[in-house]
Each structure stands twice: as C-alpha cells, then as structure tokens.
C-alpha cells in the first residue's frame, strides 16, 4: 500500500524538455501573480487598519523565496516547491492583514491556492503547500490567535480547518498527478504510443503478409488500400494504382464484376438500408483452382456513425472446406440412402426412378414453360429433402432462387450442376440398389398367412392366380408407411410437436405405374400438414391440445371411389392469410368455392420467407394437377385449431387395375 501511495505521489526522475518548458512558463506566470498581491496586501492592510507598510515588507520577504530559487535552483520541480511554500505563506499574510470581520473569508485562499497548484502537475507540491499551512496555523494558534482567527478559537477549530486542508489535498494531488500523465508527458506519451503504434504496425505487416485471408479496405471510389495481404496477389494478382476493386476482379469473373459494381452504386445511393445492400453484394467467386468467399464490413464515419466512411473486404478460400462439406454430405447421402433401402425398398427405388424422371424433364427444357419448370424443380427439391438427399434438395432450392430473381428457366450452369450430382448420385445407388431392374414384390406377413389359410379352404383356382397377380401392384399400406416416417422426420427438423402417424390402407394396392406422379406430389401436401398445419410444442400446449400431434392417412373405398386422405389437427388454414395474399395477387376470392381454389394457385403462399421446406406456393398446384390428370378431385376440409383434411377422390372406373384390386379386397372383408 505504501509503495503504491509514494509512486502516486513521488514524480518519474526524467524530466522531459516539454516538461522543463512549461514549468519555466508556468513559474513566470506564478511569478506575476505574486507580485500582484503587493498592491492588494497594502490595499488590505490600510482597509483593516493592520498597518501597510508592514504588509510591503512582510510581502516582499515572501516573494524573496521564489524569487531567489528561480535564479538558485535549476531544477524546475524544486523551484515549484518553493512557489507551493510561497503561496501558502501569502495566504498566511493575507489572513494576518485581514483580521476583523473578513478574517474567515480570507481562509478561502488557502483552499483556492492548493487547487492553482495543480497547474505544476506534482503531487509533492501539494504536499509542501499543506504541510506549510498546517504549521502555519499551529504556530500563530500558539503564538497570535488572532492573526489565524478572528476570536479566541479553540484547538478544535484549527484542526477542523486541517482537516479540510488534507481533504482537498489529497484531490488536488490526484489531480495533479493526472494532470502530469496526462498533460505534461505528454510528449512521453506520444512518444511511447508512436513506439507501439510502430510495433503494432509492424505486427499487423506481418499478419497481412503471413495471414490465410485476404484483408483489405476499400474507399468509396472502389479503389483498394494499399495495406492489404500478401495472399490477395497471389490468388488475384497485382492490381493497378488507381484501379477499381471490380475493375481487378473482371478479368476472373466479369459477372461477378459486373454484379458488385452495380451492388455498389446502389450502396452508395443510400437509398435502401445498408445491411441489405450489403447482403446483395456477390459472396463466391469461382477461379480456376479455387473457391473464394468475400465477406463485408461497413466501416463507419466517426462519431456520428451514420455514414459509409469504407468497407472492409475479407477473402476466404473456401475450396478445402467445401470438398469436406461436399465429402461429408455425400457419406450422410449414402448412409440415408441405406436406411431408405433397408426400410423402404421399393419405395426409395420408386422415388429413384421418379426424380430421375424430372431432373430428364428439367435437362431437356427450354425456359418455354416456366410454371411446369417451377413445379418440378420445386417437386424434386421437396422429395429429396424428405429423402435426406440434402445435397441435390439444396442445389434445387438455389435453382428455384436464380430462377425467382431472374424471370427465366434453368441456366446451362445448372443444368450442369443438376446432371453432374444426380449422375453421381445414381451411379452410387444403383451399385447395391439396382433400382433400375425389374422391382420386387412387396407382402406382408399377415397377407401370407392369409392366402395360406384361404388356399387350405378351397379357394377357386381363377381366385388364386388374380390374389398373386395382385401381388405384382405396390400396396398403398406401404406408401402410407413412408409419408407417416417422412413427417415424423420432418417435424424434428422443423421444431414441431412430436407427429403420431395413424394409418388406414385397407390393403388396397395400385399399379405403381400411373400413380408414380401423384404419389411424388403428394409428398407437398405431407409437408404443408407439418410445416404449416402443426405447431410447436410452446403454441400446442397453450392451445391446451393434446400432444402428440396426430397426423392421419387412410386409403378406402367409398361408392365407386377411390380415396386418398390425410388430416393433420393442427392450428387449421387460416383463411384471412390465403385471401389478403390472394388479393395482393389480383385473384378473385369473393366466394368460399374461391377462396379454396386460391390454395392451389402457383406462388400464393402465406409465407413470408422461403425455406428450403417450403415459401414457393407451388406444391399444392402441382398435387392438384397431378390429382387431375388421374381424373380426381381434391376436398379441403378445415377448421381453425382443429386441423385440416385433404382428400383426393378418383373413380375406379378409371384406375383398371386400382378397380379390381378394391373389389377383391371388399371380397375379402365379405369372406371373412
């Protein structure tokens, strides 16, 4: 504590040549101050009767001190010493020569001094000024009262007047020491921080020149600094003096060059709000050998901070860590594509033999129907991220992105992407899959049993031959089976209530063939009932709903129908959504029968965002006309916070096949 208290209070040895000046000045100008009091003394002294020419002399023994230490003493700080005895001594003269009614107005000098000489910037000389008052006011208590006090004041008083003396010393000699550090070495400062700005300019050279990133800030012309990475050459090469950020980039990728261009004018029309200007600024940039990603800083005016001062570029290569992301994401495809093989068979190679069916489509189109375009581009997107094909999902959502923001079909870039990844991704699929040969025939357990027991009864032989001739369809309880995995995983994904599948087939079975489309499309509205249909659990229980959710599917037969059917109850579509979305779009919901078809009208959708799940608002359009072109109809059913029932009617008169497998399943049920 001790060590601490003497190094707040006792001054550095070096005394600086800034240091050394201004104490000269400051002493003359002290020096001038103590003349002053000359006048001002006599002037006291005749007003109070205390006798004037005493007051000159008195005065003038005083001002002896500085005067001889300023031509004695070469040591600045010991001549301040004296100025800091001086002044006290004049307060002591000042009260002796203003006793009466004054007298203890005049002790404010002594507290008035002590805070002037803080201008010296030494704690000592604070020290020296309320050591020379204390005694000052000890010895006259002593010797005259009456020229410390204007009464017979007790010893109480003296020290409560110390006391005062001690506080705002011990203020006014923090002041002074900061006053030193702060003013005074000053030049030690600037130096010292001139020494450490060197070295950490000479840190951050070789930062630039060994760091992995390029670093850079560019004005607002779009000139870049000079102090930039070492790295940035390497990869872009020299750039030109004067020369543009975008003007360097364009001879690597003039799109990109073109694009950041424009993206910086409109920065700095200051139209729009930074942030999202920013985030419209090109991110990638493909090279020959390599993947570069541009991050970007804004770099504000001081102090308001409102205005584009410059932007800080950081450029990352990115090449190894997209081959790991790109490694990883085909080892998870892989591992999911065998569970999908493990579990779903047939189903997963359907769903094959389907996507390779729209991604054909999507090579061979030429941007002259673009809503089909969409649909199928959005169909494949959803059907893969159901799958767990995250790669090919994502490839597909950038697609649908490019093809939003510009207005066209797929571009011959991806096209290439999409032929690449599904090439490789079949390739690797069909070496334990072999989806492309002949499927296999799917039964159940209890479907033998049964054909055993009615065989051992005496089934009709036409009977038998029709019941394994059916075999050859795809069971509905399987495609059932597949959508109730599909929402249960992506609930999970999405945050959703845990999904309870209940499932109803009947066991009816369908020729896979002409249902192929529906059933891809189906998978949109499986992903509405979980996406928009349920809730999370916090939304569920302040409902006061149950939980788990429960999510429906049937397959049955009614009449000379053929049903497809899904029920979510979750939060229900809300109608208000659907029609301020429809009238934004100018379609016409006056009536519920409109209001309902609005739902199946490509790009209408109540959400705000687009997720890799959903935000097209073309799913639905695209069941619909799949639902059609096997001669169904779509129901919608819906009550707020109930849940919401599609179901897709189709005539049997029409699905030959679907037909006959109903009645023989109705046989069956008679039979039993």
């Not at 001549?79 to 005895?85: P, Q, T």
Request: some cysteine; glycine content about 6%.
């Amino acid at each position: 504590m001790l060590n601490r208290v003497l190094a707040a209070i006792v001054l550095p040895q070096e005394i600086t040549p800034f240091e050394r000046h201004y104490l000269a000045r400051m002493t003359k100008v002290a020096m001038v101050f103590l003349l002053l009091h000359l006048p001002v003394f006599m002037l006291i002294a005749w007003l109070n009767q205390t006798n004037p020419l005493q007051a000159l002399a008195l005065t003038l023994l005083v001002l002896a001190g500085p005067f001889l230490a300023t031509r004695a003493l070469s040591n600045p700080r010991h001549i301040s010493l004296v100025f800091g005895i001086t002044a006290m001594l004049m307060g002591g003269l000042l009260v002796h020569f203003g006793r009466g009614l004054w007298t203890i107005e005049m002790h404010f000098y002594f507290f008035a001094a002590l805070a002037l000489l803080t201008v010296f910037g030494n704690p000592a000389v604070i020290l020296v000024a309320a050591l020379t008052v204390t005694l000052h006011h000890l010895i006259f208590w002593f010797i005259q009262p009456v020229s410390v006090f204007n009464y017979d004041a007790p010893i109480t008083s003296v020290l409560v007047h110390a006391a005062f003396v001690v506080v705002e010393s011990v203020a006014a000699c923090f002041v002074a020491r900061s006053f030193f550090d702060n003013v005074i070495g000053l030049d030690k400062i600037v130096q010292q921080r001139t020494q450490e700005v060197d070295a950490r300019n000479q840190d951050m050279r070789l930062v630039l020149d060994n760091v992995g990133q390029g670093l850079f800030t560019m004005n607002l012309d779009g000139t870049m600094s000079g102090e930039r990475s070492s790295i940035l050459a390497e990869w872009l090469g020299p750039s030109r003096p004067g020369q543009t950020f975008w003007e360097h980039l364009a001879v690597h990728d003039g799109e990109f060059s073109a694009q950041f261009c424009i993206g910086w004018e409109a920065i700095l029309e200051d139209i729009l709000p930074l942030p999202l200007l920013l985030d419209q600024l090109p991110s990638t940039l493909e090279l020959p050998d390599r993947t570069l990603r541009l991050d970007y800083t804004p770099i504000m005016e001081t102090p308001a901070k409102i205005a584009l001062h410059k932007l800080l570029v950081v450029i990352s290569d990115i090449t190894a860590q997209l081959h790991r992301e790109q490694a990883e994401l085909e080892r998870q495809e892989m591992m999911t594509v065998f569970e999908k093989v493990v579990n779903h068979r047939s189903a997963f190679a359907e769903f094959l033999e389907e996507s390779e069916r729209l991604v054909g489509f999507l090579l061979d189109s030429d941007g002259s129907t673009l809503p089909i375009i969409r649909r199928q581009v959005h169909t494949l997107k959803g059907n893969c991220s159901i799958y767990g094909l995250r790669g090919l999902s994502r490839l597909c959502h950038d697609i649908e992105t490019r093809m939003c923001e510009l207005g066209e079909g797929i571009t011959g870039a991806d096209k290439r992407k999409l032929q690449n990844h599904w090439h490789s991704l079949s390739e690797k699929t069909d070496r334990f899959l072999k989806w492309k040969s002949h499927p296999r025939i799917e039964l159940e357990e209890g479907e033998v049993v049964e054909f055993r027991q009615r065989v051992a009864s005496g089934l009709a032989r036409p009977m038998i031959v029709q019941t394994i001739s059916n075999w050859t369809l795809q069971p509905t309880q399987v495609k059932l089976e597949h959508f109730g995995e599909q929402a249960r995983h992506l609930a999970r994904c999405l945050g959703k209530v845990e999904v309870r599948v209940e499932i109803e087939s009947n066991r009816l079975r369908l020729a896979a063939g002409p249902w192929k489309v529906f059933w891809t499309n189906f998978a949109h509205v499986v992903r509405n009932a979980v996406d928009h249909g349920f809730e999370t659990v916090e939304e569920r229980r302040r409902a006061n709903k149950a939980e788990p959710a429960v999510l429906t599917l049937r397959t049955f037969t009614e009449a000379q129908s053929f049903v497809v059917e899904i029920h979510d109850d979750g939060r229900g579509i809300d109608w208000e959504a659907v029609k301020a979305r429809a009238v934004q779009m100018g379609i016409p919901v006056e009536t519920p029968g409109q209001l309902v078809e609005a739902l199946f009208v490509d790009t209408l959708t109540t959400r705000d965002e687009v997720t890799e799940y959903s935000g097209r608002g073309v799913g639905l359009g695209a069941v619909r006309q799949a639902c059609a072109a096997l001669r169904g109809e779509v129901q919608v059913e819906t009550q707020p916070g109930m849940g919401t029932t599609f179901r897709f009617s189709f005539p049997l008169a029409a699905m030959g096949q679907a037909q006959e497998t109903a009645t023989l399943a109705a046989r069956a049920e008679r039979g039993r």
